[in-house]
């Protein structure tokens, strides 16, 4: 398991951007559309979805709006990946 919550956080927050990455394949938009779509610049945009930076959680909710994906269910996919790259 993480040898502390900090891991845990730290791989559940690139994991909720890699979620996002796929979701943002899968419906084939670039970062400039999503940053125009939630009013964010693109580079914030790009370092929240490359997992550099923590994703603010309205942004999150306006990305995931916009993606017409459940918050729910990126969150869910995220932490399944966190949980099972830590065994």
């Given at each position: 398991?993480?040898?502390?919550?900090?891991?845990?956080?730290?791989?559940?927050?690139?994991?909720?951007?890699?979620?996002?990455?796929?979701?943002?394949?899968?419906?084939?938009?670039n970062?400039e559309?999503?940053a125009?779509?939630?009013?964010?610049?693109?580079?914030?945009?790009?370092?929240?979805?490359?997992?550099?930076?923590?994703i603010?959680?309205?942004?999150?909710?306006?990305?995931?709006?916009?993606?017409?994906?459940?918050?729910?269910?990126?969150?869910?996919?995220?932490?399944?990946?966190?949980?099972?790259?830590?065994?």
């Amino acid at each position: 398991m993480f040898s502390d919550m900090s891991d845990y956080s730290e791989r559940f927050a690139k994991d909720l951007a890699a979620e996002l990455r796929a979701e943002k394949a899968r419906k084939q938009v670039n970062d400039e559309d999503i940053a125009q779509a939630t009013n964010t610049h693109r580079v914030s945009i790009s370092r929240y979805l490359s997992g550099a930076r923590p994703i603010p959680l309205t942004v999150f909710a306006d990305i995931c709006d916009y993606l017409g994906v459940p918050p729910s269910k990126v969150i869910d996919e995220a932490e399944k990946r966190a949980r099972g790259n830590a065994q």
